[in-house]
Structures are given as C-alpha cells and as structure tokens.
C-alpha cells in the first residue's frame, strides 16, 4: 500500500506527559526556520518508520509557525502508531511529515461557535480556541474527560487569554459540572456553529443531539480519529472505469478499490486506508457508492457523487470515477 511521500523533515524538540496515557509532542525545523503555516482544525501525517503513517490533528495556535504541537492518546488496541509515538521516540529524533491539511475548518461567517471535546479530541479544538480568540468572535469550548489525570493541556487551559471561555467536565466529577448538552444547544445564539471532535460514541451523541434540537447539519462539524467497526458488504466484486482513459478495474469481493488500481499500476493517494482522513475522496461520475467511510456527511454519501476509495465499495456493477 502506498503513502504520499514525506514532503518535511520535522525534529523532535520536546515530548512530555500530559496527562495520563497521553504525551504532546513539539515538532520543530531541523534548523530552526518557521514551518509551513496551518488553519485552525488542521492536521499533518507523521512518518513513524517501518511504514507506519498516522494522522494528528495541530493542537498549536495557528499564528505560531516555530512549532507544531500534537497530543497522542496511548490505545490499547492500537495499530502500531500510538505505541510508536509513546514508546519509540526521543527527543531529537528526525521524522518526515506531510504539509497541513484541514478537512476540519472553522466556518468563516458563523457569529458563534461551540467547541466540544471528547478526550484527546480536544487537539483540533484548542487551535481554533486560539484562532477565535485572536479575531475576536465569540465561543465557548466544552472539553469532557473521564477525570482531571486524563485532561491534557489543563495547564494550557487555566492559563490561556480565552480561559474565560473553556470549562471542563469529568465523568468522575459532581453532577452539576457535567455536559448538559440540550441546555448548552438551547442557550446557544442563534447561526452558531458546532465543532465535536473525540471517540465516535460522543461525535455521535453530540451531532444527534444537535439535530434533535433542529440544528441543521450545515452547521454540525465534526472530525473522527478512528473509522466505525466494520460492516458486512452488500456486495461482491465489481467494476470501476476511470473517466481519463475508459480503462475498466476489476475489484474483487476482498480487495479494496485502492488495492485492486495498485494492482493495476494506478497510484491514488492514500493516508488513513480507514475512512477518516478523506486523501483518497474521488469524484464519482456514474454508478451508486456503498458509502463506508467516517469522513462524509449523511448529506453528502445521499448525493453518491464522491467516495473514499480506500474503504468504500460499489452497489452498482461500475462505478465510473474521475481517475
């Protein structure tokens, strides 16, 4: 499987604990210049050696370019990444990453926004937090943790210019400092716009909240750092066409789309090879998609005219894709 190719040398210039299972990184020019600049909601893939490549959202203030910040959470079940970062690297270490992407961007007309954090999804958050403040437009940032050893980034947080604008909640707290989310979305002015980033049982309990309270999902955003289990395909092999040269691909019943153009000798672009990131988002020309990724919306998959290529598969006997 291939990866887009380290575009920056970043070094190791500081890991800490910051909080249980959790350490942040700071990533500097080898030689001390001003790094490629980020949105807030952005995220690099960091090359961790033997193959592995992994998103991590920019937890840093967007107008600093002398460092990227990011905190990685310690899984159990991880696929190699977080161990890596936890038990592997050292300071000075030299690793190659991609420039910034963001497929998580503040919404530059929203009078308001609502930034919920679940866990180490705070990161994308906090480097909105710093965006917001400094052009001055309102929001509140809600970050829940199962306790105060589990909130990274508390220090930054007590001490931040916006510290009047973050509050914390612990699941092992007193009930009345708990999320409640149908307040906070009745209370909210009217065109704000929400931000939840964190495990997918809060993503989801959050934007059904927002939408049984009427909230268009125009105005619901959200950013997933692990695709959903698995589910069993409807279907079996089928065909994709690429519009460029009428070239027709068989995919097989277990292959993705990616692996079966590899095969063929057609690179596409991968990062994630989960669903989450979006890299390998193709425009789809004709044929219906079996949507099963974790990046598109549900307004989005019903349009059928876009997929991600590295975990989707078709309905239709083709898919004929802007390839």
């Not at 929203?110 to 930034?115: D, G, I, T």
């Not at 919920?116 to 958050?125: D, F």
């Not at 079996?236 to 292959?255: D, I, T």
Request: glycine share 8%; proline share 6%; hydrophobic share 40%.
């Amino acid at each position: 499987m291939s990866h887009p190719e380290a575009e920056i040398t970043l070094r190791l210039a500081a890991k800490h604990l910051a909080a249980e299972d959790i350490c942040a990184l700071e990533l500097r020019h080898p030689e001390g210049a001003a790094l490629p600049p980020f949105s807030a909601g952005a995220h690099i893939d960091l090359h961790l050696g033997e193959g592995l490549v992994r998103q991590y959202s920019l937890a840093g203030d967007p107008a600093d370019t002398s460092r990227y910040l990011l905190g990685v959470l310690r899984e159990p079940a991880s696929r190699g990444g977080s161990l890596a970062v936890h038990d592997k690297l050292r300071e000075g270490d030299l690793l190659g990453a991609s420039l910034p992407r963001n497929h998580f961007p503040l919404h530059e007309q929203a009078p308001h926004s609502l930034l919920l954090a679940g866990g180490i999804g705070v990161t994308p958050l906090l480097s909105m937090a710093e965006q917001l403040h400094r052009e001055g437009r309102g929001f509140e940032l809600h970050y829940c943790t199962r306790s105060a050893a589990r909130t990274a980034f508390a220090e930054r947080l007590r001490d931040a210019a916006w510290a009047a604008s973050a509050h914390l909640h612990h699941d092992d707290g007193p009930a009345a400092q708990r999320l409640d989310l149908p307040g906070l979305l009745r209370a909210a002015p009217p065109a704000t716009h929400l931000y939840v980033c964190g495990p997918r049982g809060f993503i989801d309990w959050v934007l059904q909240g927002g939408r049984d309270a009427g909230w268009e999902d125009a105005r619901l955003h959200r950013e997933y750092f692990a695709a959903a289990a698995e589910l069993p395909s409807t279907g079996g092999a089928f065909e994709v066409e690429l519009a460029s040269s009428g070239r027709v691909v068989r995919v097989a019943p277990a292959q993705t789309i990616v692996q079966a153009l590899a095969a063929a000798g057609v690179d596409v672009a991968t990062s994630c090879e989960q669903g989450v990131c979006g890299t390998c988002l193709t425009r789809v020309l004709r044929g219906t998609p079996e949507h099963r990724d974790s990046y598109l919306t549900d307004e989005e998959r019903a349009r059928n005219d876009q997929m991600l290529l590295c975990c989707s598969r078709a309905l239709s006997p083709r898919l004929v894709l802007e390839l």
